[in-house]
Structure formats: C-alpha cells, structure tokens
C-alpha cells in the first residue's frame, strides 16, 4: 500500500514571491507521482508528472517539482506566484501505470496575497 | 489535451430522490473510470474503480446498493445515488483513463445537495 503525505495543509505567500509544497510519500514498490491543483469548485487538473527519467520535471503555468528517491520527495516549486494561483494543491502516486489508483495526499491550499 | 465532461454541475434535491450523475470522455477512451467523494476542505476520497463492461470495484465502506455505477461504454460511467439523503450531500469528482501510460484526467465534479 502507499500513502501520501503533504506537511503544510495552508500556505500564505505573497505575489511574485516563491513557494513550495512539499510532499512525502510512503510505498514499498516503485511509484508515479502527480501534482494535480483545483480550483473552487471544480475538478482536478494535472500540473505535472513523473514517470521515468530525469528527476526535475517541468508541469504547466511555471510549476516543477523534484523527485527525491532517496528522500521518498516531491516537492513542488514555483519562482514567482500570481494570485491566479489560489487553490488547493494535491500530491498524488500510484504504482504501476499511470492510469492506476490514485493514494492523495490531504491537500495544500495555497493563498496568495497582493 | 484529454477532456473529461461531468454532469450535471449542481444537483439540489429532496430526500429520497435518486440522483444520476454521468461522467465521459469526450475525446479518448477511457477503459477505466474513477469515483471520489470530496468532503469540504478534504481531500479526495476513491469511491468505486470501473472497467468497461465490468462491475465496479467499490472501496471498503462504500455501499454498493447505495452508490450504483454503470460503465457501459469506453466513453461513459454513471454513479446514481440512490434513495439520497442529506448525509449524501457532498461533491463527487469521476475521473478517467485510457489505454497506455496516462494520467488519470479529472471532470469538473458534481455538488450534491440534498434537503
């Protein structure tokens, strides 16, 4: 089984500064892991992702995050945040294929302030 | 990119109502679809796993009989509440994914209300 861990249920940040989320899972066998963001009232939408290869993966509207196999990390990073990027933040893995069961983590909301 | 469509959006009823909900994939096929139940300010929480043309597989607690999923086509699964009540009242989320090495793509949910 896997679990997910998100340290910081809020994060206050303000415009234009640098945020990160961090994330920590837990799983006996090799994951994938996700960032997923929703915004109020509405569904998930896929940040980034990590599959294979390089450790630093690039998501879209400027995120990245790390995967640290040692740490069992995936942090997610951004230089410079907007007030659009309000909303809850997700860590997720699954074992296997992508398309599998997603384990969650609690969540991250983000406020960003002017 | 790959697109998910739920609806309805919003469900306000009374109790004792069956309430169906559809979730497709407008433009892949999906040969698993995913429920979650999303309480406020928590995270998602998997209902029920679907493969087309098979039974669903619920997660421990979740009532069968309650929470009814049909997965009939590559493109469409429905979850009806049945006989709903307020305790129902809550937002669901169906996500879906096709075949290959890909992400799981979410809809937009269904708020739930149930008087």
């Known amino acids: 089984a896997q679990s997910v861990t998100q340290l910081d249920s809020q994060v206050p940040v303000f415009e234009e500064a640098p945020v990160e989320l961090r994330c920590n899972y837990s799983?006996?066998?090799?994951?994938?892991l996700f960032w997923y963001v929703q915004y109020p009232n509405q569904g998930l939408q896929l940040l980034l992702k990590?599959?294979?290869?390089?450790?630093l993966v690039k998501g879209i509207n400027g995120f990245e995050a790390e995967f640290n196999k040692s740490q069992t990390s995936f942090h997610l990073r951004k230089p410079s945040v907007h007030i659009s990027d309000t909303a809850e933040y997700f860590c997720?893995?699954?074992?296997?294929?992508?398309?599998?069961?997603?384990?969650f983590g609690g969540g991250t909301r983000v406020l960003v302030k002017p | 990119g790959a697109v998910v469509s739920q609806h309805p959006s919003r469900v306000i009823c009374k109790s004792g109502t069956s309430v169906k909900i559809e979730c497709r994939s407008l433009?892949?096929?999906?040969?698993?679809m995913f429920w979650y139940r999303q309480f406020p300010k928590q995270s998602l929480m998997l209902m029920a796993t679907s493969n087309e043309g098979s039974k669903a597989t619920y997660e421990q607690g979740v009532e069968k009989d309650k929470f009814l999923i049909n997965h009939a086509s590559l493109t469409l699964s429905t979850l009806t509440v049945t006989s709903a009540h307020p305790e129902d009242s809550s937002f669901y989320i169906c996500?879906?994914?096709?075949?290959?090495?890909?992400?799981?793509?979410f809809g937009d949910g269904t708020r739930l209300s149930i008087l």
């Open positions: 990590y599959l294979s290869g390089s450790t």
């Open positions: 996500s879906a994914a096709g075949r290959g090495n890909q992400p799981q793509h």
């Open positions: 799983s006996s066998v090799s994951v994938y």
């Open positions: 433009d892949f096929q999906a040969t698993t």
């Open positions: 997720a893995v699954t074992p296997g294929a992508a398309g599998n069961k997603l384990t």
